[in-house]
């Protein structure tokens, strides 16, 4: 005859609900503490035009020092993917430069964003990299482009601190981005 141990499976029920209930309670406090890894940080987009924004070709010829205040004006691009996908980083280049859907050929180029009809050297000496960084000056962890808010082709202005202006480097912590409204290639903006 086979004996079979009869087990209580109250107590064990009632420990492993226990358990399952206070990890719940912690996964409910880490979840509203940390921000939303795609979510811009507050107060990075204004609804203002920064004064005394210069183009990207200005900005760089002007040679202002590391650590000035600036704001320049470009286009979100320069290359096929302007927007680093794992840092909050991306490039824009001077307005003056026509991308493929200015010329009037919107077949030609599936990404107008990289100026593909201009020379490299062209596009490097237009172009500007834009960081947004977090409390510890490193670039914030998500691509900006994840929110839906800033898109390759987009006009806009970034004031904050020119962190490097060597070679061929310029490169801007941005405090403010400011997009413009009526922008003439915002229906080729996707």
């Not at 650590?67 to 470009?74: P, Q």
């Not at 991308?99 to 180029?109: L, N, Q, R």
Request: glycine letters at 6%; charged letters at 20%; one cysteine or more.
């Amino acid at each position: 005859m086979m004996h079979t141990r009869h087990l209580q499976p109250f107590p064990f029920f009632l420990a492993l609900f226990a358990a399952l209930a206070l990890q719940s309670c912690d996964d409910t406090k880490t979840s509203t503490t940390q921000p939303n890894a795609h979510t811009l940080p507050a107060g990075l987009l204004s609804a203002t035009e920064p004064t005394g924004a210069l183009k990207v070709l200005d900005m760089r010829k002007s040679a202002p020092a590391a650590g000035s205040r600036v704001a320049v004006i470009g286009r979100i691009g320069g290359s096929r993917a302007p927007f680093i996908s794992s840092k909050a980083i991306f490039t824009i280049v001077d307005p003056t430069l026509k991308s493929c859907v200015e010329m009037g050929d919107d077949d030609h180029c599936p990404r107008p964003w990289d100026y593909c009809c201009e020379g490299k050297s062209v596009i490097s000496a237009a172009m500007a990299s834009i960081e947004v960084v977090g409390t510890d000056g490193k670039p914030l962890p998500f691509a900006l482009d994840a929110s839906g808010d800033l898109k390759p082709l987009m006009l806009v202005a970034v004031e904050g601190t020119l962190a490097s202006s060597e070679g061929n480097a310029f490169v801007v912590r941005a405090d403010h981005i400011y997009k413009f409204p009526n922008d003439p290639l915002a229906p080729h903006i996707k």
